[in-house]
């Protein structure tokens, strides 16, 4: 990455785009892999605020713990207030306009609902009194939920309750973290211990592990019709590998 001391630590991919966070200089850029460019999207202190990068209907979105920004045209603009809640903001993503926030503490998944004045409160979205495996962590979505705990169990969810899912071939797990279930993919993928990224197929079994030697994984990302992952590593370049 050409840019003066990077610090990113997130990244997400989106339509042959990757955009990454720094929120530390608070930046956002853009990298389009096969152009090797990178582009400046924004610079403000409003993005040292941010945990997270995430992507709707081409929208790209600042998560931090209080809110969620549109970002567009070097401005963040909240779309989604989370600071009256009490709820523990583990993780979060959207699916066709609706966003789901992991809760970690309460074993929740909370919806928030597009209205016509902007989004309604979060309202639970699991049933029957249900809650999530202690330990989760990260949360994707494919239409379906996909829930991943510390230890590097995946679970599946539907409407609200739980489904069959069984993981096959289960490794020694240590700290299991940003999941990544694609629509257009019927891999699941998954870093642990900031060192090993896993892949398992939907149906459960294990398919790929790959061990990153001395770099430090930071966030990883998945570009699922060229089956290539990316990740971000602690000397601030980023990696592929292709399945």
Do not use: C, M
């Not at 249900?130 to 239409?143: F, H, N, Q, R, T």
């Not at 020694?172 to 090993?196: E, G, Q, R």
């Amino acid at each position: 990455l050409i840019v003066s001391q990077p610090n990113f630590s997130k990244l997400v991919f989106s339509k042959s785009t990757l955009y990454l966070l720094d929120n530390k200089s608070g930046r956002i850029d853009s990298l389009t892999p096969q152009e090797k460019s990178t582009k400046n999207i924004i610079i403000s202190d409003q993005v040292k605020s941010g945990i997270k990068l995430l992507v709707d209907n081409n929208n790209l979105y600042l998560l931090s713990s209080n809110q969620v920004s549109l970002v567009d045209k070097n401005q963040l603009t909240a779309k989604i207030d989370l600071s009256s809640n009490s709820i523990t903001l583990t993780d979060a993503h959207f699916w066709n306009g609706f966003f789901y926030i992991l809760d970690r503490n309460s074993q929740s998944i909370w919806k928030v609902t597009p209205n016509a004045s902007g989004f309604s409160s979060p309202q639970t979205w699991l049933k029957n009194d249900a809650k999530l495996e202690l330990g989760a962590v990260s949360l994707s979505i494919d239409s379906q939920i996909w829930v991943l705990t510390e230890s590097g169990r995946i679970y599946l969810y539907n409407s609200g309750l739980k489904s069959k899912f069984n993981q096959n071939q289960e490794n020694n797990f240590t700290k299991a973290a940003n999941l990544i279930a694609d629509p257009d993919s019927d891999y699941l993928v998954f870093s642990d211990n900031s060192k090993f990224i896993y892949v398992y197929k939907k149906t459960g079994e294990f398919a790929f592990k790959f061990n990153t030697g001395n770099l430090q994984i930071l966030d990883v990302s998945f570009d699922a019709s060229s089956k290539i992952i990316y990740f971000l590593a602690s000397d601030q370049k980023i990696y592929k590998i292709s399945l």
